[in-house]
């Protein structure tokens, strides 16, 4: 104050503005406000402009203030913080004679005028300066839960818990039980902080226990499981009741995500609860990539996690490429033999069934992948054994990479005998034969891929007695798929679901243009109603969505086939860098992949993803995750492959081509044209 010759700050003035106090004489405090009465010497973060404070000024204080998914157009000044943290920017936007902001994660600097020409704009979010703190964003009716439930009723008030909360069942089930197990320790570790001041209601009623109710005892993990669930919290206390343990599961997690803490207790928005919920579709999906970056048994099962948390339940492993078959395989093992050094990783018959069982442990299928007859150079350790490709010379890279259908049936005889090995290894009802991206090739015609193709998806609808599935091309090119209930199409990018669904065929909507982590599209673009304009014969044919994280950026040289050119994460790649890879591949996927997870389970219509209301939910489940350690992209940062909040993983050192992602997309010999959201 004035009257006093000091200078008043709170101490989130301080937080704010990066002060670090060098030297403090007499320090007051004004218990009323929370206010530090300081005289001071102080210096910012970065070291420039120190300052005596001593009597105080009229310079107005500095805010800022963020904007998601905006940007003020070519309204610049000279310089940039590219690369750069948030605060970084704050920091190097502070020094800049004429910043009054930037936008992130691109890092231009801003003219003090930038809100005249302010707009939308889905790649980066605007921060500018203000001169008072910026009011927190409105929370939706839906409050802090993610996925939006279908049903919900929560009135205002709140309802207070026991840190000592006991989750109680009558059921037997060891599944259940550890899931139970696992949700006392979310709970008893709950961090989403309550919004704004907060004061525990005077005579409030502490309930103590959650009770779960399943009322059947199965334990099947199929299309038809059911993972609805209803869940009721009022004074007295809650209760999830479900007919299967995996719905169950389901209302722990959203009961989970009621609870906020506000300083050493919890409590619930709300004065009551009434929630009941289940998914518009049975299939909701993320693809691994382990034909190409192996990701390691511990990142799967971090994955399977972040997956539960946002009711997602089918794990699409994809298992080989050109990089690797990455399963062990007792009848084959010069499949894996070769898979040392910088190629080094895959996975042993028991890692599987580890997996496997993890999954099963949080409702979640795993459905396998061996991608043939294209994209199979990951099988070369049985050329010229045990499979014929389309061109006998490795440097041959194009040809080489697909199968022939040799006339003496040897390469067909070959897979027919790897899908029965994995068949005894993945229980789930659905195989993938992949079939994508194959075209005339060397000596190799479409007539040798159908043949090839058609044998497999004879084998698994007949002998195997399970359902099909492969990309869109296997519908749309070689037409080997069926209009049958055993079949399934995968459309990825030149067909869509409303396409395949028109034709008859059962389809699971994988839009690259959506759901392709590897495109780096803002969060918003996974909010999408999957099945906008269907009509109900088609809608009843599509199963679900899936959302893909390939690894092409990940390879030790491009497509794991050209020596001379490197993707931007190449040196992710050896086993050496499994740590740095998990961090990178998880902050990578998510939490934008919990968008796209929320689409899948129930798309709530008038709900806009650029609404603060959306990023309010976003960040809270951001924030988690990351609480229950998945190492998810930090909320107001940004993450690629080979880089983290502005960090890079590696510095690359090597000699050749690092490509861009789009220079690397351009390499692809079998892409036709870009994805539709570069064209």
């Not at 920017?89 to 936008?103: E, Q, S």
């Not at 999954?359 to 054994?385: C, F, K, M, N, Y």
């Not at 959306?614 to 350690?629: D, G, K, P, S």
């Amino acid at each position: 104050t004035k009257a006093t010759g000091q200078l008043g700050f709170t101490t989130s003035d301080i937080a704010a503005h990066s002060l670090r106090v060098l030297c403090v004489p007499p320090v007051t405090m004004d218990t009323s406000t929370s206010t530090l009465l300081l005289a001071l010497t102080y210096v910012t973060a970065n070291g420039a402009n120190a300052a005596k404070v001593g009597v105080a000024s009229d310079s107005t204080a500095t805010y800022w203030w963020r904007y998601p998914q905006s940007d003020c157009g070519y309204d610049d000044v000279k310089g940039n913080c590219t690369g750069s943290t948030v605060d970084e920017c704050k920091r190097i936007c502070d020094a800049t004679a004429g910043c009054g902001g930037f936008n992130y994660p691109h890092g231009i600097l801003k003219k003090t005028d930038c809100l005249q020409h302010k707009g939308p704009q889905g790649s980066v979010d605007l921060y500018v300066k203000e001169s008072s703190p910026q009011p927190p964003p409105p929370t939706g009716p839906w409050g802090l839960l993610w996925p939006i439930p279908q049903r919900y009723v929560l009135p205002a008030g709140t309802l207070v818990l026991s840190p000592t909360i006991s989750i109680v069942t009558k059921s037997t089930s060891e599944r259940l039980l550890r899931a139970i197990a696992r949700y006392q320790k979310y709970i008893s570790n709950t961090s989403v902080t309550f919004p704004g001041d907060f004061k525990t209601p005077a005579n409030s009623s502490i309930f103590s226990t959650l009770n779960v109710v399943v009322t059947t005892s199965s334990e099947s993990l199929d299309l038809a499981t059911n993972y609805s669930y209803r869940l009721t919290v009022d004074q007295t206390g809650a209760t999830v009741t479900a007919p299967t343990i995996y719905g169950a599961m389901y209302g722990l997690e959203t009961f989970s995500q009621l609870l906020l803490s506000a300083g050493s207790t919890i409590h619930i928005n709300a004065s009551s609860v009434d929630i009941v919920d289940w998914p518009d579709y049975a299939h909701r999906s993320f693809m691994v990539d382990s034909g190409r970056r192996f990701w390691p048994v511990s990142t799967v099962k971090l994955l399977l996690d972040a997956m539960s948390f946002n009711k997602m339940n089918v794990l699409h492993w994809h298992l080989s490429d050109n990089c690797r078959f990455a399963v062990e395989s007792k009848n084959y093992p010069l499949l894996t033999k070769r898979l040392t050094g910088v190629l080094g990783g895959f996975y042993s018959q028991s890692d599987v069934k580890d997996v496997v069982a993890y999954a099963a442990d949080r409702g979640v299928r795993v459905i396998p992948e061996v991608d043939v007859p294209g994209h199979s150079q990951g099988l070369q350790g049985l050329s010229g054994t045990d499979i014929v490709f389309c061109a006998d010379d490795a440097n041959d890279t194009k040809a080489y990479a697909d199968i022939r259908n040799d006339a003496g049936g040897k390469s067909l005889a070959t897979l027919k005998a790897i899908y029965r090995e994995l068949a005894t290894l993945f229980p789930d009802n659905e195989m993938f034969i992949g079939a994508d991206e194959t075209s005339n090739n060397g000596p190799c015609t479409m007539s040798d891929y159908q043949a090839l193709e058609t044998g497999l998806c004879n084998l698994i609808t007949g002998e195997l007695g399970r359902t099909v599935g492969g990309w869109e091309e296997y519908a749309f090119e070689t037409g080997v798929a069926n209009v049958a209930p055993n079949y399934v199409v995968n459309t990825w990018h030149y067909h869509t679901q409303f396409e395949a669904t028109a034709r008859g065929f059962n389809t699971v909507a994988s839009n690259d243009s959506h759901f392709y982590l590897l495109y780096q599209q803002p969060y918003s673009k996974y909010w999408v109603n999957i099945a906008d304009g269907m009509n109900a014969s088609q809608k009843a044919l599509l199963r679900g969505g899936s959302i893909a994280a390939w690894g092409d950026e990940y390879c030790y040289i491009a497509y794991c086939i050209h020596p001379d050119k490197k993707p931007s994460a190449h040196a992710l790649f050896p086993p050496s860098a499994d740590a740095l890879f998990q961090e990178s591949i998880l902050g990578y996927s998510f939490p934008r992949a919990s968008v796209g997870g929320g689409s899948f389970w129930h798309y709530a219509d008038g709900v806009d993803a650029a609404s603060p209301e959306f990023l309010v939910t976003y960040e809270a489940m951001n924030t988690r995750l990351i609480q229950r350690h998945v190492p998810s992209c930090p909320n107001e940062c940004h993450c690629d492959a080979s880089s983290r909040c502005g960090k890079q993983y590696a510095n690359e050192t090597d000699t050749g081509d690092v490509l861009t992602l789009d220079a690397l997309l351009a390499l692809d010999p079998k892409r036709k044209q870009a994805p539709p959201h570069r064209r």
